[in-house]
C-alpha cells in the first residue's frame, strides 16, 4: 500500500485481493459456530494467497519466488476443498459460492502459470 512495490501491480494480485473480500461477505453467510473452524480456515488461506504473493514478489532468486507462489497456489487448492465442505454442510448455495469460486479459479490459474512446470526431479 505505501511501499509501492511491483506485486500491487500484478494482475493475480489484485484478483487475489477482490477473492479476499468475497471470502469474507461469503462468510457472512456461515452459521456462527463456526467462527474458529471453516471460517477461521478460509480467512487465513485467502490472506495466505495474497501474502505469499507479495512477499514471493520480493524475492531476487527464481526458485526463492516460485516457492512463495507454490504456497500462494496450495492456500487457494485449500479454499476450494473449504467450499466444498461448507456447500455439503449446507452453510451456502452454488449461487453464493459463484463469484468467489470464479475469483478463485482464476487466481489459481494465474499462479500455475507464474510457477510454470515443475523441475522437481523426484529427488526427496
Known amino acids: 500500500m505505501f ?30 459456530h463456526e467462527q474458529f473452524n471453516l ?5 487465513k488461506s485467502a490472506l495466505s494467497i495474497l501474502l505469499n504473493l507479495a512477499e514471493g ?10 516457492r512463495f507462489f507454490e504456497v500462494s497456489r496450495s492456500s487457494a487448492v485449500e479454499i476450494d476443498s473449504a467450499f466444498d465442505a461448507a456447500f455439503d454442510l449446507k452453510y451456502v448455495t452454488i449461487e ?10 482464476s487466481v489459481f490459474r494465474m499462479l500455475c502459470k507464474m510457477i510454470g512446470p515443475s523441475d522437481d526431479k523426484g529427488n526427496d
Open 39 to 43: 471460517k477461521f480456515q478460509i480467512k
Open 3 to 32: 511501499l509501492h512495490l511491483k506485486h500491487t501491480k500484478l494482475e493475480v494480485y489484485n484478483i487475489a485481493r477482490k477473492l479476499l473480500i468475497a471470502c469474507y461477505k461469503l462468510l457472512q453467510k456461515f452459521p456462527p
Open 57 to 66: 514478489s520480493s524475492r531476487i532468486s527464481t526458485r526463492e519466488r516460485k
Open 96 to 105: 453464493d459460492l459463484n463469484e468467489a469460486g470464479r475469483l478463485l479459479v
